[in-house]
């Protein structure tokens, strides 16, 4: 599998997304891998040209591929929600991305605002729900703009649903030396939700008797995210709960930059997207400031999702490397000389 080809769609995006993708794509070529790619323009480029977020046609062309890329999406010229729910949020739906698998990892070199945190107190993966919850878009609006406006926002919580995100997060946790799963949701307000979350970590805990589990209501966790952050090994939760929990990750473990991510479809029966956490940020776009680590860790895990896992520890250890060596250079580089450089790792 190692010297077999990839095929993989790029979606650059807006924004930053273009700059950080290009370095991911350097990173990728460095390491040897031979990728076939095929770039996809959608974003708000594409959106004001035709008013297509996501072509049904695209959609078809890229459930052909291995894996697909993606830098961030938005831009404040559209309409708020627009390209987030009709394109990234379709995209996993339509994909059935169900598990969205983020990482939060404190790396040898790196600052973090928690006094007296070392890497070995911050090494955890939140293995969010993809595909249900707040966001799968149940719910609707009465009587609008007026006052009285009716607003319900549902969260759909399905059985199969929660338990196929839970056996991944099992055996995520089985596959690391702590063997500890965590269910953080709110069990205590969100009765029939949360009833059915912990019933589910209970039967299927029962399969796994090497792994450990606990439970944490969301706002506990949130706290300890900040103050207790060894507690956690793997964390598995709903979809909502785990946006937010690792945007406090990503600022624990040095910052939106470095936060990585995969939207995965363990079943394999369409690709699987990765990308950074992070937005398009226009507030720095076109300057060359745009941190491109963030997205060369993704491409890390995108490479060990299509079972190229030793490339995926030399990209990672590269990165490491770089970061390790952050602290000695400084900072100042440009996105493209941290591309240049953490490339060289890889090839060298
Ligand atoms: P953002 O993540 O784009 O930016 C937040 C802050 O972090 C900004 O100050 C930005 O300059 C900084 N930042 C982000 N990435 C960075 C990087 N790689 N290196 C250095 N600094 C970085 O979030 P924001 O500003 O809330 O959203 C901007 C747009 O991105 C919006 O349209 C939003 O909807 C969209 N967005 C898209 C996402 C995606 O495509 N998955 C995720 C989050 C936001
Ligand atoms: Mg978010």
Redesign the pocket.
């Known amino acids: 599998m190692e010297s077999s080809s990839i095929r993989l769609a790029v979606i650059p995006?807006d924004?930053?997304g273009g700059e950080?993708v290009a370095e991911g794509l350097k990173v990728l070529q460095a390491a040897g891998v031979k990728a076939e790619t095929v770039e996809y323009d959608l974003g708000a480029k594409r959106y004001h040209l035709s008013g297509e977020t996501l072509p049904d046609g695209v959609l078809e062309e890229l459930r052909g591929f291995d894996a697909i890329l993606l830098g961030?999406?938005?831009?404040p010229s559209v309409p708020p929600g627009v390209l987030?729910r009709d394109l990234?949020l379709r995209l996993r739906f339509e994909l059935d991305h169900y598990v969205n698998l983020r990482p939060v990892k404190l790396y040898p070199g790196v600052e973090t605002p928690l006094a007296g945190v070392r890497p070995e107190d911050l090494d955890m993966i939140v293995v969010r729900e993809g595909t249900e919850g707040l966001y799968a878009g149940a719910g609707g609006v009465l009587r609008r703009g007026t006052p009285q406006e009716i607003a319900t926002q549902e969260s759909l919580n399905t059985a199969f649903g929660v338990d196929r995100v839970v056996r991944y997060a099992f055996d995520k946790a089985q596959a690391r030396p702590r063997r500890k799963l965590t269910l953080v949701h709110k069990t205590n307000v969100l009765t029939f939700a949360g009833d059915l979350w912990a019933r589910t970590v209970d039967r299927v805990s029962v399969e796994y008797p090497e792994v450990t589990t606990d439970y944490c209501h969301v706002d506990a966790a949130s706290m300890f995210f900040v103050n207790q952050t060894q507690r956690f090994d793997v964390i598995v939760t709903d979809n909502l709960f785990g946006d937010i929990l690792t945007d406090i990750g990503a600022a624990v473990a040095g910052g939106?930059?470095l936060a990585a991510s995969g939207n995965v479809n363990p079943s394999r029966t369409s690709p699987s997207m990765f990308?950074?956490v992070?937005?398009?940020?226009?507030?720095?776009a076109g300057q060359g400031?745009?941190?491109p680590t963030?997205t060369i860790l993704s491409v890390a895990m995108l490479l060990d999702h299509v079972g190229l896992g030793a490339v995926a520890a030399r990209v990672e250890q590269a990165v490491a490397d770089d970061l390790l060596g952050r602290q000695v250079a400084g900072s100042g580089r440009q996105t493209r000389e941290i591309g240049d450089d953490i490339a060289a790792r890889v090839a060298g």
């Open positions: 995006g924004g930053i950080v961030a999406v938005g831009d987030e990234l939106i930059g990308e950074p992070h937005g398009s940020a226009p507030d720095i400031k745009a941190d963030a």
